[in-house]
């Protein structure tokens, strides 16, 4: 069966400092790698994923995250935190048996930037 | 952009009565999912559909809960019986057959 861990309930960072939030996951065979942002009383906003090709994917407002199969993670980055920022992420998998297999999310790291 | 639209975005309901949660999806997508999401927490799966059947189902899913796609167009999730637990946010979601889901922006249901 699939999952996913996001070992950290809350990251804490400065503005202007880089933030790591961290994402690992267990699936059959490869994996399809998801990130995905919520804002207060929002909904759930696709920020990048990974399916094939170059580890190091690029996604919207400036994250990236890099794909480490032998680590089995995914972890999501970015160089130069904004308060902006701040809000609750998901780190996501689908495995590929399937069509129609389902997205598995993780607990959520709520990111907090602080001025 | 194409979106998935959820309607309604809030809804009030009596513990007991019976809730019908609407979803569009992308009109060419051929794959449909509900999630839901107790305040804050975790975005659990509840159930996928394709071909016009449940494809998977999680555990949550029980025989409280149903889906239909009766139209072609819309795909609805019903709560029968709601209970005080049921309140959460309840996120709809479509996917064409390749790899990435497009989410509505979700209905949160209070149940009181």
């Known amino acids: 069966a699939q999952s996913v861990a996001q070992p950290e309930d809350q990251v804490n960072v400065a503005e202007g400092n880089p933030l790591t939030v961290k994402c690992t996951y267990s699936v059959s065979g490869n994996p399809y790698l998801f990130w995905y942002v919520q804002y207060p009383n929002r909904g759930l906003q696709f920020l990048l994923k990974y399916i094939t090709g170059d580890n190091l994917v690029k996604g919207s407002y400036g994250f990236e995250a890099e794909f480490n199969k032998s680590q089995t993670s995914f972890h999501l980055k970015k160089p130069s935190a904004l308060v902006s920022d701040s809000a609750l992420y998901f780190c996501?998998?689908?495995?590929?048996?399937?069509?129609?297999?389902?997205?598995?999310f993780g607990s959520g790291t709520r990111l907090s930037i602080r001025p | 952009e194409p979106e998935v639209t959820q309607t309604p975005s809030h809804q009030v309901t009596q513990m007991g009565q019976e809730v019908i949660l609407r979803c569009v999806p992308i009109s060419n997508h051929l794959y449909f999912y509900w999630y839901r999401q107790i305040l804050g927490q975790k975005v659990e799966f509840l159930v996928s559909?394709?071909?016009?059947?449940?494809?998977?189902k999680s555990e949550i899913f029980d025989d409280q809960f149903s889906v239909e796609r009766p139209d072609g167009s819309n795909f609805t999730l019903k709560i029968r019986s709601t209970k005080l637990e049921d309140s959460a946010m309840y996120f709809c979601a479509s996917m064409l057959g390749d790899y990435g889901y497009t989410f509505g922006s979700g209905t949160r249901l209070t149940v009181v």
């Open positions: 996501a998998v689908r495995d590929r048996i399937s069509s129609a297999s389902k997205i598995i």
């Open positions: 559909f394709y071909n016009n059947e449940i494809s998977e």
